[in-house]
């Protein structure tokens, strides 16, 4: 079964950095594109960063443009998130999530990142 | 990259249906047939509904249709029942290659 699992959410001050990461398995992880889909605590859905299967295409949302990378190692089946000059703004959980065609069938449990002083 | 417009709020008695509009331009919803809809309930991750407008996956009950008519989507529900209430928000694909969510509606069943 399709099983997606991120890490490394955690408190970080404004202006500082962290990587999160999601471990993908129960299908072909090299074959597909992946997305990061973030939630700030009672709000609404919103979509980050999506790279294509070979990790040759990216792109953002405004929002985090130039501070954040998508990125992926198909060798380990992990998909990344690296988020510097990290503000208040960007607190939510963050989830990595596999595309169906331009829709999302597979969501992990999320993991939470919180920037905070 | 606006998100794109949905009522706060929908409401309904069991039994009946109920529709959630979600609103885009001429940039996302209005030329692309890639809308999605998703429910989420309080402390889950979302779960995909409806995709290409207006296609059901595989175990999703058929009282949950949707479509489109210019730049704004549709998700109706019919039949409500209490397992129903929930978050729900719509999705479209850009012409940006980038994706939007719907600002969400939240669904309450009397």
């Known amino acids: 079964q399709v099983q997606l699992v991120e890490s490394g959410g955690g408190v970080v001050q404004p202006g500082g950095s962290l990587r999160v990461s999601c471990a993908a398995s129960g299908f072909t992880f090299s074959n597909y594109a992946m997305h990061w889909v973030r939630q700030a605590p009672g709000k609404g859905l919103e979509w980050v960063a999506l790279?294509?299967?070979?990790?040759?295409?990216?792109y953002y949302a405004d929002s985090v443009k130039g501070r954040f990378t998508i990125s992926r190692d198909n060798s380990k089946n992990t998909l990344y998130l690296q988020m510097n000059s990290l503000r208040a703004e960007d607190t939510a959980v963050y989830y990595c999530?596999?595309?169906?065609?331009?829709?999302?069938?597979?969501w992990g449990q999320g993991t939470l990142v919180t920037v905070s002083s | 990259q606006s998100a794109l417009t949905q009522p706060a709020s929908v409401s309904g008695s069991p039994g009946q249906s109920i529709t959630i509009s979600c609103s885009g331009s001429s940039s996302d919803v209005g030329t692309y047939n890639y809308v999605s809809w998703y429910q989420q309930h309080p402390g889950k991750a979302p779960k995909l509904m409806i995709y290409?407008?207006?296609n059901r996956p595989s175990g999703v009950s058929n009282r949950f249709s949707g479509s489109k008519s210019g730049n704004t989507a549709s998700l109706t529900i019919s039949g409500l029942q209490a397992e129903d209430e929930a978050d729900y928000y719509c999705?479209?694909?850009?012409?940006?290659?980038?994706?939007?969510f719907g600002t969400g509606t939240k669904v309450t069943v009397l």
């Open positions: 790279i294509s299967y070979d990790g040759s295409n990216k």
């Open positions: 999705s479209s694909y850009t012409s940006s290659s980038t994706y939007v």
């Open positions: 999530a596999r595309p169906k065609d331009a829709a999302i069938d597979y």
């Open positions: 290409d407008v207006s």
